[in-house]
């Protein structure tokens, strides 16, 4: 196979069950792994826990696990092979990013971002006019009091 590198999001579910040392050991495991495959990590995101939509392996609770990594094709199906493997993961998936994807997944965060700081802008500024209406009722009861 060709030793090109292209960006993938390789998704985990883990047993849900498990305690978060457990969950980093083998977050631990896999990123030594594919390091060693001469993979780069770009970001791993630990989503967290979440109820499945059904039982898979008689669970019903699984930890998600997100590595977004430029690796070759061929590192990527040795790593779905030790996940199948893997009596501890429930699910994976590998999802080739093409440069269309990765500029939308980009526009998407800034966007989400940008959102996210006009709602703490508004909810500030909210609570700075209750906090300017709290003062003005007590400011004007000591002038009538005169």
Known sequence: MDNVKRNYEIYIIVDGNFEDATVEEII???EK???KNG???INIDRMGRRRL????????NGYYICFEVLAPAD???????TFRIDENILRNLAIVMSKKDLKDKHEYFVKK???LAAFEAAKAAEEKAKELEAVKPAETEGVKAE
């Open 28 to 30: 631990s495991k896999y």
């Open 33 to 35: 792994l594919m390091v």
């Open 39 to 41: 993979t780069e990590i």
């Open 53 to 60: 939509a059904y039982p898979i392996k008689k669970k019903v």
């Open 75 to 81: 590192v990527v199906g040795k790593l779905e092979k």
């Open 113 to 115: 971002a940008a959102t």
